[in-house]
Each structure stands twice: as structure tokens, then as C-alpha cells.
């Protein structure tokens, strides 16, 4: 009995033995498989989705966002009232029945899309309705949703992104690896529901967010550029139209826009064409807007200075068998700066002989013709310029801007580098980029390219450019109230895109200018694509310039500096003696940036009396006197009066009609 | 322990209790982890719930905030000012800029 009772014992201690051992050998002992078993049965990973980042302008206003949406599916194998649910998801998602009637029908399916991006609304109330119905077989999956609440505006620049959150075009493209970031998913460990157990703390709000981009562009300047084009291409019937703004002295995009446009949140209906931001892919040929990059690089290699006479042959110039035409006018004998003005194809032809083929093309590619400007938005062109040697004719139709191509970037860029005194900035139009997690900002600085041309013959090419906006010049339109502008009407014919030469009565009227001449802020290139009403670039595109320079400046609450007797308001208490009116003169004076010849050697102002303005700006350049101007036509007088002392280096001169 | 003694008594009836007690010391220590680790659960649950209530908020600014882009978009303003308020463009020479300099000039 008693050795009965032992062999139970010890049987039952051998099992228990074994039962621990294996215990122990399944606790202490690690095993792939049973590891994967637990895993599957304790743990759950929650998936954090990423938020594409935000794009805003310069003052904060939403571009491109990213909201939280559900996408709904069905399963249609687990679904056991179809005619029920039909009827249901039918009247929620205002679908036809019929439809879901169809998808409900395929059931060897276990997944299939019913609708996509339905809002928190939508889901609550159906998600309600199904429990009260007690239906089953639908479901959610949360997916993020990008929307341009501007919708049109700015949408070539912005671009679109696909289905799945993917830059396509524009700056999404650009910038796609900045703005999306990765879905977060963590390993947490469930209920016997299913439920998420918080165990390390707060991880649910830690969802991965993208950075944010600031642009420079600003939204209402952009609205109004956008505006001007549209109205442009609609009153001249105009295949399209572009313009760009940019910051004079950095280069920053302030606005840019082609029109037509198209809805950025609806990018699958538009046709390429309206996608394109065609201010840097396109490049075609800009016409005499180059003509003031050959009076450029005159002025810079002592070919020419503004005042040089240049015989421009009554109207009409033979180069072999071909003959060059100034449009309209005959001119006989002018100088550069009135060439400039009146846009004489035969002057500037002629200059460009003086400085030969080699220097011409210098000149432009100085400027940044011909390459990248490195702008941050994809598909740039660089342009086409032709290889050296150039023959005669070319050469002269290069001087008037054929035989050329160049994008309205490059040629906004390159009116800025002479606005801020010849230095050639990389534009650009992400002002910062914001990490939301960390909270830095990484700001984007100016970057200067290279020197295109000095102080001096910059300050010199301002003035000539300042000409073609007086009564004389092409550009009298692209006058603004209150301020003075420089800039050149370009009247270009349109090449054949079918077939060789020009297509007949097609021209892309433009105007590039910048303003205040005297203190410039920003520089404005508008063009006009095959306008049908009128063509001339003085007509169809210096009035646009007119339009957005005049809310431009407005804007940025620059106080006018040329007060004339037009646009001053009568008051008995704003006319006053001659020394309230110097107190009351312009605060940007044109400084002239280095002593001249011309006037001024001793300490005693000049008499200037009679003079007209450019001739007073002609005797001052360069003298290091500060001046400032008030009124339009001729000096009546100076504050200091002529024969004074001119020791505090500053004159005020009054002009009068 | 002289403490223990003389609030149990010392000797015998300190010996006879002392197994009790360290019995409850063990069970009330089991409960006490028993409670915590339920609790734990029970603020977890209610972190979650209010953490999805948070990002519910938080996507409801948001919408909200799109809205307000999308309501104040300037072809909006512009066409509510054109058609509802009757309001039109400022023409030349109706803007009057007055200058630091207390010059009052029409744009």
C-alpha cells in the first residue's frame, strides 16, 4: 500500500515537474513563433495619420490645407439586410440605389469604396443611423483631404496633389517631401474588446504633421493681378495673359498669375494648358522689352552714354536683302535715352553693331537669359539664345527681342536687378518653412547671384527707362498718379508654333517696369498672348501695369512722391508759402550715387530755372546731392534758391506747367 | 516592535497574532495593487475617450477655420460687395492720400 502510495506520489511530482518545466521553458525561453501569438492576441497598432502640412501667404492666409476625412466601405459578405442598408447609404450619400444595389451584390468581395472623403457630419449620422437600424457591414477609414480655399487663386503656383496626398504640380510637387511626412504607427497593447490600452501616456495626439510653408506672395495683390489678366484677356480676346510682381530689391515673388486659371480643388477637370504656370515654363520671344538689356550692357562697356546722338535713318534700315523698320514713326536723329523712349528698332540695332555680337550676347546672359533663374518651382525654362557667330540681321533682331526667347520670370528678374542698382537676385517664393512639431523656422534669405552691372549705370538706365513713361514715350499708359515709373512696352509678333517664321497678325503685347524710379519697390512684367483687339504693348499691357502698380503701392501705403497740381486737393490750409512747401517735399529723394562732371563743383546752387525735369536729373546724377522733386513741367525754383549755399547737400526743385 | 508589543500585549497573544496580520498585510497589499492596476485602466480608458473628444475638437477648428478662408477669399468678398451691398470700385481720382507730410493729393 504504502509503495503504491509513493509511486503516485512520484508520479504525480514527475508530471508537475514537467508541467513547470515546460512552463518555465516557454516563459524563459524565447520563441518567434509564440511571440508573434501574443503579440497578435495583447497588442494592437494604432495608426496616426500624418497631416500634410499647410500653405500660407504672407500675411497668414490659408492656401492649401489639409482636413480629416472618413471614406467609407462595405463589406458585402457580412452584410445580412442589403435592401435596408441600400436605401440607406442611398439617401445619406445621395446616390442612386441602383448602384449600391450592384455593389452589394458582389459577394465574393470583402472590400469595396462606397464613397470617399465624407466629412465628420456625414459619418456621425450615419454611423448613428445604422445602430438604431441595427445594420451591419459598413465601415470608415480616416484619410486626409487637401483643400484650396481660394480655389482659383494662385492654383498654377500652388499646384495639386492626387488621391493619395501627392504633390503633382507646382509648389506641392516642389515641396512635396517638406509638406507630407510618414504615418506614425504604434504598438499598444488591447482589451479583450479590442480597445487601445493607455499605458504610454498621451501618444494619441502625437500624430506626424508636415511643415508648413509661408509664401511671399501676397494674397490680395495676387487677387488683383489675377483680376487685371482675366478682364484683359476677356476685353481684347486674348489667348492669355501673365504677369508677374516682384520685390525690387530681393526678388521675392510677390504675385504671379496666367490667365485663364483653373480650380485648384477640381485640377482633374482642367486641361493642361490652364495647369501650366506658364511665368516659368513658357519662354517666347519678349520683343523691345530686350532692348533695355542692350542699352545695358552699352552703357556699361562706355559704348554709349544717354545722351549719345544716334542716326536712325529715317525709319528704315537695309541689312543685305532684309530691311528694318521703326512701327509708325520716322526718326531721323536721337539720342539713346530717346530711343529707349520711343522704341526705335533701328537705334538699338545700331548700338548693338557698335558692341558687336559678342558683347550683346554677353550682356544677356549677364542678366540671366538663357539659364535657370533657380526660382523654387518646377518645370523652368531656361530660354533660347542662339550661338555665336550671329549674322548681321540676327544680330539686330536680337537688340529688339527676336531671335530670342525668355520667360516672364527671367525678365521681371532681370528689370530687377537694374530697379536695385544692378545686383541680380535668385527669385524666390517660399519666404519660410515651419516645422509644427519643433516650432523652428527656417527662414529663406535673398541670395545675390551676380553683379550685372554698376551703381552708376544702373541709376543712368533707370532714368532713360523713366523717359518711356513721359508724354512721348511708348509707355505713357503704364503712368501711375503720384509716383514715378520706368519700364519699356514690348510689342513682339508671335512665332508660328505649325511651321516656320511668325504666324500673321499675332503679337504678345507686354510692358516690364518697375516704380518708384527714384526708390524702387516693385517691378511688375505683364504679357498679353495674341490679343485680337489691339496689339501694341503700349495699348494692351502698359494699362494692366497701371492697374496693379497703382494697388500695389497703394498697399504697401507708399506716399506719393510726385505732387503736382492734378492730383493735389485744394485746400486754403495746404497752400502755403514757399518754405511750408519745402517742408512738405517728398521723403524718398532720387540720390545720385557719385560725383559727376556736370554740375555743382563749388558749394553754390546752379540756376535751374526753366529746365525740364530730365534735364535736371541729367545735370544732377552723380553730383551726391539729394533732390527732391515737386511738381510736373519746368523749374519755376529751388529751395535753396539759386546762388545759394548748397553746404547741407540737398535741393529742392519746384516744377511747374 | 515595542510598539507592536504594547498594543497587542506582549508575549503570547503577539505571537498568536502576528500570522494574521501578516496575512493581511499580504492580502491588503494584493487589493492595494489589485485597485491601482484597475484604476490605471479605468484613466486610461477615460484618457482615451478624451483624447478622441480632443482631436474631434481639433478637426472641427479646423473645418471651421477652412470655412472662415473659404468665406473671406477676396473674389467672394468681391462679388458679395458687387451684388448684395451695391458697392463699386473706387475710380480715378476718387481716393484721396493724405501724406505725412499733411498733403492731401487724389489718387
Avoid at chain 1, 512520484?10 to 525561453?29: C, E, N
Avoid at chain 1, 529715317?314 to 539713346?336: E, Q, S
Avoid at chain 1, 523717359?467 to 514715378?484: L, Q, S, W
Avoid at chain 1, 485680337?532 to 494699362?543: C, I, L
Wanted: proline share 4%.
Amino acid at each position: 500500500m504504502r509503495s503504491r502510495i509513493v509511486l503516485i506520489l512520484l508520479a504525480l511530482t514527475l508530471m508537475w515537474s514537467a508541467l513547470i518545466g515546460r512552463a518555465a521553458y516557454l516563459q524563459l525561453i524565447p520563441d518567434k513563433r509564440l511571440n508573434a501569438l501574443q503579440k497578435r492576441q495583447f497588442e494592437t497598432v494604432v495608426t496616426l495619420n500624418a497631416r500634410r502640412g499647410d500653405v500660407v501667404d504672407r500675411n497668414g492666409h490659408e492656401l492649401a490645407v489639409s482636413m480629416t476625412t472618413y471614406s467609407l466601405f462595405m463589406d458585402p459578405k457580412i452584410v445580412e439586410e442589403p435592401k435596408k442598408l441600400s436605401k440607406l447609404l442611398a439617401s445619406t450619400l445621395k446616390q442612386s440605389q441602383k448602384s449600391i444595389d450592384q455593389k452589394l451584390r458582389q459577394r465574393s468581395k470583402r472590400f469595396i469604396w462606397l464613397a470617399r472623403h465624407l466629412d465628420r457630419t456625414v459619418k456621425d449620422s450615419l454611423e448613428a443611423e445604422m445602430k438604431k437600424q441595427k445594420l451591419r457591414g459598413i465601415g470608415f477609414v480616416e484619410e486626409s483631404k487637401r483643400i484650396y480655399p481660394n480655389e482659383r487663386l494662385l492654383s498654377q503656383v500652388i499646384g495639386f496633389v492626387g488621391e493619395e496626398e501627392n504633390g503633382l504640380e507646382g509648389l506641392e510637387l516642389r515641396y512635396n517631401e517638406q509638406l507630407q511626412t510618414a504615418n506614425k504607427k504604434v504598438n499598444v497593447r488591447k482589451d479583450a474588446r479590442g480597445r487601445p490600452l493607455i499605458i504610454a501616456g498621451h501618444m494619441f495626439d502625437q500624430a506626424p504633421e508636415g511643415n508648413d510653408l509661408q509664401l511671399t506672395v501676397d494674397r490680395e495683390l495676387q487677387f488683383v493681378l489675377e483680376q487685371e489678366l482675366a478682364q484683359t484677356v476677356a476685353k481684347h480676346e486674348a489667348d492669355s495673359a501673365v504677369g508677374i510682381v516682384l520685390d525690387a530689391q530681393t526678388s521675392e515673388v510677390l504675385a504671379m498669375a496666367s490667365a485663364p486659371t483653373f480650380d485648384a480643388n477640381k485640377a482633374a477637370d482642367a486641361t493642361p494648358n490652364r495647369k501650366r504656370n506658364k511665368v516659368v515654363t513658357d519662354s517666347f520671344e519678349p520683343g523691345s522689352t530686350m532692348k533695355t538689356f542692350v542699352m545695358a550692357g552699352a552703357l556699361s562697356d562706355k559704348t554709349i552714354e544717354p545722351n549719345t546722338r544716334i542716326d536712325c535713318g529715317g525709319g528704315l534700315m537695309r541689312i543685305g536683302r532684309r530691311t528694318i523698320r521703326d512701327d509708325i514713326h520716322k526718326f531721323f536723329t536721337l539720342t539713346a535715352s530717346e530711343i529707349l523712349a520711343v522704341s526705335s528698332n533701328i537705334g538699338t540695332a545700331k548700338i548693338a553693331f557698335r558692341m558687336g555680337d559678342t558683347k550683346v550676347l554677353e550682356a544677356y546672359k549677364k542678366f540671366g537669359f538663357g539659364e535657370k533663374s533657380g526660382v523654387d518651382l518646377p518645370g523652368e525654362a531656361k530660354g533660347i539664345i542662339q550661338s555665336l557667330p550671329w549674322r548681321e540681321h540676327l544680330l539686330a533682331n536680337v537688340a529688339f527681342g527676336h531671335g530670342i526667347t525668355a520667360t516672364p520670370l527671367q525678365l521681371a528678374n532681370a528689370y530687377a536687378a537694374i530697379a536695385n542698382g544692378g545686383l541680380l537676385h535668385q527669385p524666390y517664393i517660399v519666404k519660410s518653412i515651419k516645422n509644427p512639431e519643433t516650432g523652428e523656422v527656417t527662414d529663406v534669405k535673398p541670395k545675390v547671384i551676380r553683379r550685372v552691372m554698376g551703381e552708376v549705370e544702373a541709376a543712368k538706365l533707370r532714368f532713360m527707362l523713366a523717359a518711356v513713361t513721359t508724354k512721348e514715350g511708348t509707355g505713357f499708359n503704364a503712368r501711375v498718379p503720384g509716383f514715378p515709373v520706368a519700364g519699356k512696352t514690348g510689342t513682339a509678333q508671335k512665332v508660328n508654333p505649325n511651321g516656320r517664321g511668325y504666324m500673321r497678325g499675332a503679337y504678345i503685347s507686354s510692358f516690364a517696369g518697375f516704380l518708384p524710379a527714384n526708390d524702387p519697390r516693385f517691378v511688375i512684367y505683364i504679357a498679353v498672348d495674341h490679343p485680337r483687339k489691339e496689339y501694341y504693348g503700349s495699348a494692351v499691357a502698359a494699362p494692366v501695369f497701371s492697374r496693379v502698380a497703382k494697388f500695389a503701392v497703394r498697399r504697401a501705403g507708399l506716399a506719393p512722391v510726385l505732387i503736382t497740381e492734378a492730383n493735389l486737393v485744394p485746400s486754403a490750409d495746404l497752400t502755403g508759402s514757399v518754405e511750408r512747401d519745402a517742408a512738405q517735399v517728398a521723403a524718398h529723394p532720387i540720390v545720385a550715387p557719385r560725383p559727376s562732371q556736370e554740375i555743382i563743383d563749388d558749394q553754390t546752387v546752379p540756376e535751374l530755372a526753366g529746365l525740364t525735369l530730365r534735364e535736371v536729373l541729367t545735370r544732377v546724377t552723380g553730383t551726391g546731392v539729394n533732390v527732391r522733386i515737386q511738381g510736373q513741367g519746368v523749374v519755376t525754383h529751388t529751395i535753396p534758391a539759386a546762388g545759394s549755399s548748397l553746404a547741407a547737400r540737398e535741393l529742392t526743385v519746384f516744377l511747374s506747367k | 516592535m515595542s510598539t507592536f508589543k504594547s498594543f497587542f500585549g506582549a508575549g503570547e497573544r503577539a505571537q498568536e497574532i502576528a500570522p494574521f496580520l501578516s496575512l493581511v498585510l499580504v492580502l491588503v497589499t494584493l487589493f492595494g495593487v489589485l485597485f491601482c492596476k484597475m484604476e490605471l485602466r479605468r484613466v486610461g480608458y477615460s484618457v482615451l475617450k478624451l483624447t478622441r473628444e480632443e482631436r474631434k475638437m481639433r478637426d472641427l477648428e479646423r473645418q471651421q477655420s477652412i470655412m472662415l478662408a473659404k468665406i473671406t477669399r477676396p473674389d467672394r468678398l468681391q462679388s458679395v460687395a458687387d451684388a448684395r451691398l451695391n458697392l463699386k470700385r473706387a475710380e480715378s481720382g476718387q481716393i484721396i492720400q493724405m501724406t505725412e507730410r499733411g498733403i492731401a493729393l487724389r489718387e
